[in-house]
């Protein structure tokens, strides 16, 4: 399969930023286990890594933004095709038009409202309980991942379009296996 | 004109202040409007988002009205923070009131966006423990949940490891044993269950306790502006100092509550004495200069902030 | 129209939507948008609403179980785990008759301990035992029930997403609920069993033999599957114990599950990136959907239906067990073509308050549990429902020779035996309490 220099950015995009929170997840792993065998050896002077649970939030959080993109791109959202998969390829490919149109509102919805709520966060100085860590760290990490989670959905849309519009098969897969 | 309002909260239903406070108020306002007014009571995070968020609801026009812990969003009420400070509380009902005027006098930038109804303090928070607490050295290594960062910043100092957790999370924690103890007022451990599942609880001699936090009952401002005259009066004649006193007499009826639970159920309450607690005050020294200094960072003038709440809950508390 | 009439209508709208393909998160979050919308005659309170509720939703200590239970069934599926349980049952109940699907179940079971997915749960374990049960001359459609309805243990026995998430929607426990899983998960195991026994003595010659392996070879497969009981031991015991939170729980066997891995050298640099993508798509759709639902309820919340239905189904004085067998059928039926995990977010918040308005005798807390348990099962049955069973799909796709058509009708004596179970459970409460009472 060739790729056009369009999609090999945006999947590749995607694909990185996905690994990026993959190896977030991964860190929030290893601090969890180190804070947890912390708090078992307090007898023998160590503790609980302070902020854990902030940490922990964080770290999450900034994962499953990043994995967004990638799942829409691989069309991992969970969908109930039984009724469609009766109607023609004609209609599938207009239905999957608006429903990318759909995601695309939502991706750019999502993302709008973060950086705001992350200018709100900046504006009122708030932090974490116990690290005192700056609360717009971690929603301008969040929009890491949304910003890719529009290209994705704009790109996404831009393909079922001509699809639709060409008549081709679509490429991409026609669901979630979950 | 009829208008409904709705008011979110964080607590189930019928613990203390939804049940005796924001129920009450609620019912006495609609009654003043001829119903007029009418409100829609949300407990329990209803519609939607997590604790910290409420203020910004209510800011923002999620909401209409919100009821929240200041301190659920460190470092956004600076000024405000000046009274979860060790050692400065009193009963809820003086504390609330002197916060209320400390918060008109000093802190109202920190409330812009929003109208501010009453905002309130709870009665003394103690120390609630698996193993009891006689001194000072007996908090050495306890996992302790403290609610704020004033509350974290001295148990560690004390010598304890504070562990950060909201509340609701508090009971299965310490069933479980992931904390020794927790630092609360009395009137929130029926709820949790906090009697049955430790037996040691520690407060001080004196009139003072070891430390309180700060709520807030505000009203998103244009909600307030779009009312007529006559209902933003309704309003009105139940915001400000009488309707904290209300919050905090709420906050000290469930405060007897909770303790009087505690006796009941035989268990070891401690009282340390004016020598040990004097230690205890000292050794929170630290945590009130660590306040100062980060109030200068922002160019807050935090002692004399910190002198005014001490004078003003003296004051309130006739000492 | 009234709010409680925009609340009702909102489910139809949904349904429609879903059943046109629109990604269920999508359709949620679009609803509950728009209902907000009109219950409060503007955008700006859902506007304001989003500027927080995605980074709460998504950067959320109780959530962040999710991805890491997720993380570690994708490790457990890299360790060669599932091989080795399969090879100790088969060594133990593969000569009997039907034993080898037997053999499938009980590594299942074993498997699900460990993982929290059904479908890592079927698709791990069908690439082990499907090509076993071929080869001894088991018929198409019983190895491809047999190993859909497997998977799904994968959810029943601890630990479970699907519990995690009702706990949070409910406010529960998550230990007790993982504690009252386990009797009936082992139950479900039993009764599969108990399924194929019946199921190859009706049809003898859709079983093939199997030699009876000696005894020196069954404890050194037996002694091959400790990897999996530390495991279990540590994470389960863990919360159980109260030795740490099921977050932290999520993190230690997703550490542990990875260690082995490395250890088994099926670790590989590739395979570890595989694992992070897959768990990159199972976690986005599972915080689409919940994110669809925080807003969808926010609105449901506003429109008082989830408070007026609960009142109405009191007022009607309607008897509470018709009203639960009528809320698991209604389960049952959606979940022929939903799945579980969007079922459980969309009704739960409307039927959970109606349901805890009756009364069956007994303790709010308790009823919760029981209830979950029941719900979690029925949302079960739906993998392995024709005509839409994620597990039957995920399972046909592995086995070339087999049609779709036989799988359905391999897996309808599975689906009754689920049935025949939910009756055990819902009419004997105290098979799902007695753990939780007498460890609490
Ligand atoms: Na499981
Ligand atoms: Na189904």
Redesign the pocket.
Known sequence: MSLNPVERFVSGLARYVAIAGGLALVATVILIVLSVIGRALIPLGLGAITGDYELVEAGVGFAVFAFLPWAHLTRGHAVVSIFTDMAGPRFNAWLMVVCDALMLAVAVFITWRQALGAMDKFAYGETTLLLRMPLWWSYTAGLIGAVTFVLVAAYLLAVSLSDAATGRQPQAGQGAVH | REVTLRIHQMLPAQATIPADAITPWAAAVEEQSGGRIKFELYPAMQLGGAPPSLFDQAKDGVVDIIWTVLGYTPGRFPKSEVFEMPFLVTTGEATSVAFQKYVEANAMDEFAGVHVIAVHTHGPGLFHTKDPVNKLEDLAGMKIRGGSRVISDMLSRLGAEPIGMPVPAVTEALSKGVIDGTTIPWEVTPSLKVAELVKNHTGFTGEYGLYTQTFGFVMNQDSYNNLPDDLKAIIDANSGVETARMFGKVMDAGDAGGLAIAEGLGNNIITLDAVETARWKAAAQPTIDQWFADMDGQGIDGRALYEEAQSLVAAESSL | MSNIELGLLSFPVILILIFLRIPIGLAMLAVGIGGSYLITGSFNPVMAQFKHLTQGTFASYSLSVVPLFLLMGQFATLGGMSAALFKAAATWMGHRKGGLAMAAIGACAGFGAICGSSLATAATMGQVALPELRKYGYAGGLATGTLAAGGTLGILIPPSIILVIYAILTEQNISKLFMAALIPGLLAAIGYMITIAIYVRINPESAGQVERAPYSERWKALAGVWPVLVVFIVVIGGIYGGVFTPTEAAAIGAAGTAIISLFNRSLTGKNFIEAILSTASSTAMIFLIVLGAGALNGFLAMSQLPQVSAEWVVAQGFNPWVVLIAILFLYLLL???MDSLSMILLTVPIIFPMVTALDFGLPPDEFAIWFGILVLIVVEV????PP??MNLFVINSMAKTTSLGQTYKGVLPFVASDLIRTAILAAFPALTLYLVRLLY
């Not at chain 3, 739906?382 to 429902?385: H, K, P, R």
């Open positions: 979940g022929c073509v739906g993998l392995i429902t839409v069973g």
